[in-house]
């Protein structure tokens, strides 16, 4: 029997990037807010001080600072003929746990979407026509447009430190940077990080190929900064420890060196950590959150009543919570009616390996930081002509050097034997002078109508519960996309005089064992049309006004960045609109 | 600390008012008295941290003789001190003496507080009759035989007490008279900053020069050729102000003296105490024996590898983040307590409104034994710290074991 | 009179917002903080095997050194502490995959779908090791894996690669699977884990280690970084030589 709390004016599911974002905004309204994580409070000194953070097998080979599949887990099939089964240890993704969600452990790599990629429904079947997409590609626009959330974008980059080089001011093309960027009012925070020896000469052969390379939009410091919260952060020293470790020295952007000092100042802001959420309450008509469910670490549930429900707990988990609590009609991929669950993606990612001359080369692999390296984004979105090649999507690529790392860099040249002397001899002879970035092929991946998530009718996690269900698989659009990115990708390590470039190209059938970044999307999207999405474009449930849910769940498709910028600036929208409008008359944003 | 709203005030005033004490009319009394009180601190000995009652006192106050037990200075009748005349008050926050006539310890600063006015005080007294009476009745001295007679004051007083009012220095600014009235008075810098003699009284030739107590070194804070003789105005009013500055980041106990104290005066009042400060000047630090060549070497090698990421290879670290360990200055200070309690156990800077961050130093104890602590701390302090002295094997044993005794 | 539980009370009060990694709390105020680290890593010492047999010990110990083999300029898998490793491993957590989803029911599903057997590793080396040298006292003359000459071990663990060994229970490709997993773990993990005793891994490559700064070495092109690995426990120039 759950213990009722005293009511708070809004709970907040999940203490990530999101979560932290509309804390803070909703404490500084005024409002009586309690976040609830399920995960532990993190921070800095305590959890990954510079003198154990740096360790491969603790974080990067068990990864501890994620969620154990033990507490909770998915299904997983290719396609809806198979029966789903668990995935009992991560591969393909790595969901984050604790304060500060995916945030604490991030590259920090820090995008903005592509204007077109926003209507993007609109614009391709614009350019080539309704034939042009394939089959049960069930791609949509958002529902907002790029220029709505270039003020959220800018909040967040400067919220973060972002360090990078603006390509276009206000329309005015600038020299450097992304020449494909959408324009942004003005430039980033602060200026690009430093580059090594790899990407100084990835982007000098992309320039003589005819790109236009820029630094990568970074989240870690090029020098200290001080955000508009008064929070503060530290330069970045290159550490080479940054996706799926803490930073040990404040130069990451995280919710907990951006947010949270500032954030806990506020009488009017409790957490709970440890506390695992496991329903959102509605009253009898349905209409109407009441509050939520919890589970602490002793095993009590306890009610947390409040008048408005943020969830913002991770792109599926999102979704589960909500096939749980009965909000919203569950996708049926067969009927193809319901909008929870539908639209589900991850991202289309994939490498090339290059080997130089070791006696003219030497990279220092393990000087890093998870965003530095140069890219080019001629590739992206409808940033070319897809006529000729018969796909749709893109992505940006780039030489992003985020680690050297040894357990995971020892590349070999292939058909080196996998163990023994040769194989030893030959990880010694090419660490310092390969070249393998830690983030290649950045492709996207759009959305399908076989592609969801549902919940699980066999397995079940430790309260009993249905574990979410998903269902995806790579479709020909995709694989196209990547041969043809990843092809273009292998030229410029050719041009850069490597002696030998191997290609890994994506292919499907999906595989769940990969590791392919954790940008899964999707699942409770946002949309002008209730019958095809579960959100109105300020991210409020059609269903229940008093609901809202951030994360890249919204997103009717992924492109091909990095989702956490477009999360980020999502949730500035998505407060601002609580804050003007629904406070002051709370009720249905958008009548459709 | 909590601002009482106006109604409250006006009602409390009004049902506790005793004989000879502010009326419901003296607003501006209460309020000055409320920012005396910040000022003072009292707060920090009154008010146990997260206590919902403030100034009921129950805190134990850790002296070198023992312990002593803060008492209630909220209005209730019975337990705290809503029966004390003004007079009472007034003889116990300038003159040590309990309202039984008995001498109070000087873990009550009354030899500062001595500096105060008598309307100073009468303020404060109107500050605290609008606090919540709460009932709390503790038993204040703890101390062991024989200090714990407190006849014994007696003779302390007439060593160490010189009850007088503040005095300005005509020769001086209005400024500087302002920020020496509040380092002298309410601030009681000295009771930290001061060394003391083995009775605990102010060595007052060496004022503001460095102690230890509770564990921490509140270090030198003299300018001239003292620790902060590189500091300007300005470095001094930030830190007061915001526990930050870009030398160095209030910790320990002085996070408190920000947090309740400083942080909540006014920006041309901290100002001034840093004007009076950055005039107290003090003698440079007796060079030290140079350090032991392979205990540098080892010690520079750690710093290298651990300690550089934050405080960079120059030891100057990055400003209102990570302390420049040139000027910080408890890492020059002779005793370094403060040093060895940071590196073994790390420590959380304080945040405040202006800068919230609160960087922590991670701690390094259960990484680095005696011999390698030694060397480290030796050489930030040989190299950094302005020739201090050299910390031995030995000396991070004992602060080891002593940081395992103890609960704060 | 104030009574000694109010006094402890009172002192427990300053120990308030400090948070736990396993227990609910609430967090308000203030940014907690204790001393001392959260999660500072365990640290593996060397002493006697903690998972492994005797026997066990002598065939991993035999196997990582034909993984890795020693050679003029860098130890092999064994003096390197591979197998060290690999028993505090498989005595930890990774042994009996704590942490991972162990519901059942255990079905066999496609490549893409991931491991399901409710298998662990400490039962994968048990028996993977068992049946090893029963397949060498098998086809060598009563000689077990650790017995044999290294061509001969070599042979043998190419067959297991290549597929054309049966072990008992267990599968064969999975257990060497394992191996070239977890041999390289511990040749490059940090030495608190076990292995890569003196960093000899992190030298033979010229990885740094645990350093952090490389400020002044990023635009330092072209030019080996020349400073010696350091790990959690540090390195010998760490402890002050003697006169």
Excluded at chain 1, 335 to 355: C, E, K, L, M, P
Excluded at chain 2, 321 to 347: C, M, Y
């Amino acid at each position: 029997m759950a213990r009722k709390l005293p009511a708070k004016d809004v709970v907040i599911i999940g203490l990530g990037w999101t979560g932290s974002i509309m804390a803070y905004e909703l404490a500084d309204a005024g409002l009586d807010v309690v976040a609830i994580e399920r995960g532990p409070w993190r921070n800095t000194a305590t959890d990954y001080p510079p003198n154990y953070a740096a360790d491969e097998l603790r974080y990067r080979i068990r990864h501890e600072l994620f969620l154990r599949p033990e507490q909770t887990t998915f299904t997983f099939r290719n396609k809806m003929a198979e029966s789903a089964l668990p995935i009992r240890s991560w591969g393909s993704f790595m969901p984050p746990n604790g304060v500060g969600g995916g945030g604490v452990h991030w590259n920090a790599e820090t995008w903005r979407f592509l204007p077109s990629d926003f209507v993007l429904k609109t614009h391709l079947t614009e350019r080539y026509g309704a034939d042009f997409l394939p089959d049960g590609m069930t791609i949509q626009d958002w529902g907002l447009t790029y220029d709505d959330l270039e003020p959220h974008y800018d909040r967040f980059e400067y919220l973060c430190g972002t360090s990078g080089q603006a390509g276009n001011i206000k329309g005015k093309i600038v020299d450097g940077g992304n020449p494909f960027e959408g324009p942004r009012s003005r430039p980033y925070p602060n200026p690009p990080q430093d580059q090594t020896f790899g990407p100084t000469l990835f982007a000098k052969a992309a320039r003589e190929l005819g790109y236009k390379p820029f630094p990568q939009p970074s989240g870690n410091m090029s020098r200290a900064y001080q955000n508009p919260l008064g929070v503060r952060l530290g330069p970045c020293t290159y550490c080479g420890f940054c996706e799926w470790f803490g930073c040990g020295n404040y130069a990451k952007a995280t919710p907990q060196t951006t947010i949270l000092p500032a954030l806990l100042r506020k009488s009017n802001f409790s957490a709970r950590d440890n506390s695992e959420v496991t329903r959102i309450n509605v009253d009898a008509s349905r209409k109407r959150a009441t509050g939520v469910t919890f589970v602490d670490t002793d095993g009590n549930e306890w009610e947390q009543p409040a008048e408005l429900v943020i969830l913002s707990a991770f792109t599926i988990f999102n979704v589960q919570l909500l096939l749980l609590s009965g909000i919203g009609k569950p996708y049926d991929p067969v009927a193809n009616s319901g909008v929870i669950g539908r639209n589900f993606t991850h991202q289309t990612i994939s490498d090339v390996t290059s080997f130089f001359d070791p006696a003219k080369f030497v990279f220092n692999p393990f000087i890093a930081s998870g965003a530095i390296g140069t890219c080019i984004d001629e590739f992206n979105g409808d940033n070319f002509d897809h006529g000729p090649h018969g796909f749709v999507g893109g992505g940006y690529m780039g030489q992003i050097q985020t680690n050297g790392r040894p357990i995971e860099t020892t590349p070999v040249p292939p058909g080196t034997p996998r163990w023994g002397a040769k194989w030893k001899k030959a990880v010694k002879d090419n660490y310092q002078s390969a070249m393998k970035p830690g983030t290649g092929v950045h492709g996207s991946m759009y959305s399908y109508r076989d592609v969801y998530v549902d919940l699980d009718p066999t397995y079940k996690d430790r309260f009993g519960r249905p574990l979410a269900r998903i269902t995806m698989d790579f479709h020909d659009n995709e694989i196209k996309q990547n041969a043809f990115l990843t092809d273009k990708f292998a030229a410029i390590f050719q041009a850069m005089g490597a002696k030998q470039v191997v290609k890994e190209y994506r292919k499907a059938p999906y595989d769940v064992t990969k590791y392919q970044t954790t940008h899964l999307c999707g699942g409770a999207i946002m949309g002008s049309d209730p019958s095809t999405s579960a959100l109105n474009r300020y991210l409020q449930s059609w269903d229940v006004p008093n609901l809202f849910v951030t994360g890249a769940s919204a997103f009717p498709q992924n492109a091909g960045y990095n989702p956490t910028g477009t999360v980020a600036a999502l949730a500035y929208w998505a407060a601002d609109a609580i804050r003007d409008k629904y406070l002051k008359n709370p009720g249905q944003l958008i009548n459709a | 600390m909590r601002k009482a709203p106006v109604i409250a005030v006006l009602i409390a005033a009004g049902a506790s008012a005793g004989p000879g004490r502010a009326g419901p009319q003296d607003f501006s009394s209460i309020e000055r008295g409320r920012y005396l009180a910040n000022a003072a601190d009292c707060g920090s000995c009154h008010t146990v941290p997260g206590s919902d009652h403030p100034f009921s006192g129950g805190r134990p106050i850790e002296t070198p003789f023992g312990t002593l037990v803060a008492p209630n200075i909220t209005p209730d009748r019975e337990t705290g001190i809503g029966d004390w005349t003004d007079d009472q008050f007034d003889a116990a926050v300038r003159h040590g003496r309990a309202r039984n006539g008995g001498r109070l310890y000087p873990a009550m600063p009354f030899p500062y507080y001595t500096r105060m006015s008598r309307k100073d005080v009468a303020d404060i007294r109107a500050y605290l009759d609008t606090i919540e009476p709460a009932r709390n009745a503790v038993r204040v001295n703890r101390l062991p035989f024989p200090v714990n007679i407190r006849s014994s004051m007696a003779v302390w007083d007439e060593l160490y007490f010189k009850p007088d009012e503040y005095h300005a220095d005509t020769s001086k600014s209005a400024e500087w008279n302002r920020g020496a009235y509040l380092v002298q008075g309410p601030g009681h810098c000295g009771a930290c900053h001061t060394p003391k003699s083995w009775l605990g009284g102010d060595k007052t030739s060496e004022a503001l020069r460095g102690y230890t107590l509770q564990g921490w070194t509140a270090p030198d804070i003299t300018s001239g050729k003292g620790a902060l003789g590189n500091w300007s105005v300005d470095d001094l009013a930030i830190y007061l102000k915001t526990g930050h500055n870009r030398n160095a980041a209030a910790a320990g106990l002085m996070s408190e003296v920000v947090s309740l104290s400083t942080s909540q005066m006014t920006d041309a009042d901290v100002k001034a105490m840093a004007v009076y400060l950055k005039d107290v000047s003090g003698p440079a630090a007796e060079a030290a024996a140079s350090p032991d060549k392979n205990v540098w070497a080892a010690g520079k090698a750690i710093y290298q590898d651990l300690c550089s990421s934050c405080h960079t290879s120059d030891g100057k670290g990055v400003a209102n983040l990570f302390p420049n360990l040139s000027e910080a200055a408890t890492v020059s200070a002779k005793d370094p307590a403060t040093v060895l309690r940071v590196i073994l156990q790390g420590a959380q800077s304080v945040a405040t409104d202006r800068e919230p961050t609160g960087p922590t130093m991670p701690a390094f104890g259960w990484q680095l034994n005696d011999a390698q602590i030694a060397a480290v701390a030796t050489y930030v302090r040989s190299d950094f710290g302005k020739n201090a002295p050299s910390v031995s094997e030995a000396d991070v044993r004992k602060a080891r074991s002593k940081l395992a005794a103890r609960t704060n | 009179m104030m009574h000694r539980r109010r006094f402890l009370i009172s002192a427990a009060l300053w120990f308030a917002g400090t948070t736990s990694l396993t227990r609910a709390s609430v967090i308000q105020g203030h940014v907690p903080w204790a001393p001392y680290p959260s999660s500072a890593p365990h640290i593996e010492r060397p002493g006697p095997w903690q998972f492994f047999t005797a026997d066990e010990a002598n065939a991993i110990e035999a196997i990582v050194d034909r993984i890795i083999p020693p050679d003029p300029q860098t130890p092999g898998g064994k003096d390197a502490g591979c197998a060290v490793f690999i028993d505090r491993q498989l005595k930890g957590p990774y042994g009996s995959r704590a942490g991972l989803y162990k519901l059942g029911p255990h079905t066999k599903g496609t490549k893409e779908q991931g491991p399901q057997s409710g298998q662990t590793p400490a039962e994968l080396y048990r028996k993977g090791l068992a049946s090893l040298d029963k397949h060498c006292t098998a086809s060598f003359g009563g000689k077990k894996f650790a017995q044999l000459s290294p061509d001969q071990q070599d042979d043998v663990l190419g067959q297991i690669e290549g597929g054309k060994v049966k072990f008992d229970g267990v599968d064969a490709q999975g257990f060497f699977d394992a191996l070239l997993k977890d041999v390289p773990e511990g040749f490059f993990s940090d030495p608190i884990h076990g292995g890569n005793r003196n960093m000899v891994g992190w030298s033979m490559i010229g990885f740094p280690g645990i350093r952090y700064d490389y400020r002044d070495w990023v635009h330092r092109h072209n030019e080996r970084y020349p400073y010696p690995p350091v790990g959690i426990t540090g390195r010998a120039d760490w402890t002050p030589h003697p006169t």
